[in-house]
T-cell receptor
Framework: GEDVEQSLFLSVREGDSSVINCTYTDSSSTYLYWYKQEPGAGLQLLTYIFSNMDMKQDQRLTVLLNKKDKHLSLRIADTQTGDSAIYFCAEKDGTGFQKLVFGTGTRLLVSP | NAGVTQTPKFQVLKTGQSMTLQCAQDMNHEYMSWYRQDPGMGLRLIHYSVGAGITDQGEVPNGYNVSRSTTEDFPLRLLSAAPSQTSVYFC????????????FGNGTRLTVT
């Protein structure tokens, strides 16, 4: 089945850029997503990218997709303490609907 | 607009007990799903539904039952709880389109002793 992998932890200083990486195995993935989870809450969609794109920018967020290597990254510019959270990469499986396969999540800690 | 509402927020069960985790959405979403979140394992799909009367299994369905009698509600039943079911459970709903978000509830933290 599909597998999505992420590193578990990233620590940065406020004002630096953060880069969270993700690898996936399903070559038929059409959409890839980044979700954010704050403590005690559910997940919220940050951004997504369609598989025929290699980059998408949305304010401080930049998503890069290398489809050949099945590698996805999320760059957060000017990281703030409020960005501290768990970030999940997810792919939509090939069977349709909104069945998403999530990665293990990367805990981002931003220190002042 | 309440979005996705999960109850209860916390629950402690003894091994062998049964219970139902409730999930309701008020966005008229066709798609609903249940995930469990465990440390170091991300979210894993338990069951999902693409409309009233239609359910299917996800990655980890054993020990759980679901039904979808209305568009709004998608309860998750544990028939005989086991310690391995200690987890945080999330319900999510969506319009069904790939470029639209899944909306998550705030989770139910379940402990089975």
């Amino acid at each position: 089945g599909e597998d999505v992998e992420q590193s578990l932890f990233l620590s940065v200083r406020e004002g630096d850029s953060s880069v969270i990486n993700c690898t996936y195995t399903d070559s038929s993935s059409t959409y890839l997503y980044w979700y954010k989870q704050e403590p005690g809450a559910g997940l919220q969609l940050l951004t997504y990218i369609f598989s025929n794109m290699d980059m998408k920018q949305d304010q401080r967020l930049t998503v890069l997709l290398n489809k050949k290597d099945k590698h996805l990254s999320l760059r957060i510019a000017d990281t703030q303490t409020g960005d501290s959270a768990i970030y999940f990469c997810a792919e939509k499986d090939g069977t349709g609907f909104q069945k998403l396969v999530f990665g293990t999540g990367t805990r981002l800690l931003v220190s002042p | 607009n309440a979005g996705v509402t999960q109850t209860p927020k916390f629950q402690v069960l003894k091994t062998g007990q049964s219970m139902t985790l409730q999930c309701a959405q008020d966005m008229n979403h066709e798609y609903m799903s249940w995930y469990r979140q465990d440390p170091g394992m991300g979210l894993r799909l338990i069951h999902y539904s693409v409309g009233a009367g239609i359910t299917d299994q996800g990655e980890v369905p054993n020990g759980y039952n679901v039904s979808r009698s209305t568009t709004e509600d998608f309860p998750l039943r544990l028939l005989s709880a086991a310690p391995s079911q200690t987890s945080v459970y999330f319900c999510a709903s969506g319009q069904g389109a790939s470029n639209s978000p899944l909306h998550f509830g705030n989770g139910t933290r379940l402990t089975v002793t």
